[in-house]
């Protein structure tokens, strides 16, 4: 898989952003702010994460997500892996990264990664999202803020 940030001529890949993230109205406010980068395979866009400044010397990844049929082969971590690479290249000093409290493979994930725990952002998804969003049988409430030193 190749990954490169996605082309100012490029539309971003909105389904798979949305998979991540069901609110255009945010994802597209991001996206503003932030960098997309995209992980293709055979001139496909498969993947994609959303690196977001967000306090001095500070980065977020805001979104990531791989198609699904692509799933359970690494590609996450990859993209994972590949936005701490980047942030380190661009000079910031931390990284943090936030999921959903049902989110049981992200947050394993994560950590995996190198992120550790630093708080639960409580009623995030009840007070940013017009509808319920359900994950794993349970519904998405708290967001678990994640980060690490770079």
């Not at 198609?67 to 892996?81: A, N, R």
């Not at 959903?100 to 990664?113: I, R």
């Amino acid at each position: 898989m190749e990954i490169r940030k996605l082309l100012a001529t490029e539309q971003p890949p909105m389904e798979l952003l949305l998979s991540a993230d069901p609110s255009a109205l945010l994802v597209e406010e991001y996206l503003k702010r932030g960098e997309c980068w995209v992980g293709i395979i055979d001139k496909e866009i498969i993947a994609e994460y959303v690196l977001l400044p967000t306090r001095p010397e500070t980065v977020e990844i805001v979104n990531v997500a791989v198609d699904d049929t692509h799933q359970g082969q690494g590609l996450g971590k990859k993209m994972v892996i590949h936005a701490i690479k980047q942030a380190k290249q661009l000079g910031y000093k931390t990284i943090e990264i936030g999921t959903g409290n049902s989110g049981v493979s992200q947050l394993a994930l994560y950590q995996k990664c190198g992120f550790r725990m630093t708080g639960i952002d409580r009623d995030f998804f009840i007070r940013h999202y017009t509808e319920a969003i359900f994950e794993n049988g349970i519904q998405v409430v708290d967001m678990v803020r994640l980060s690490q030193d770079l």
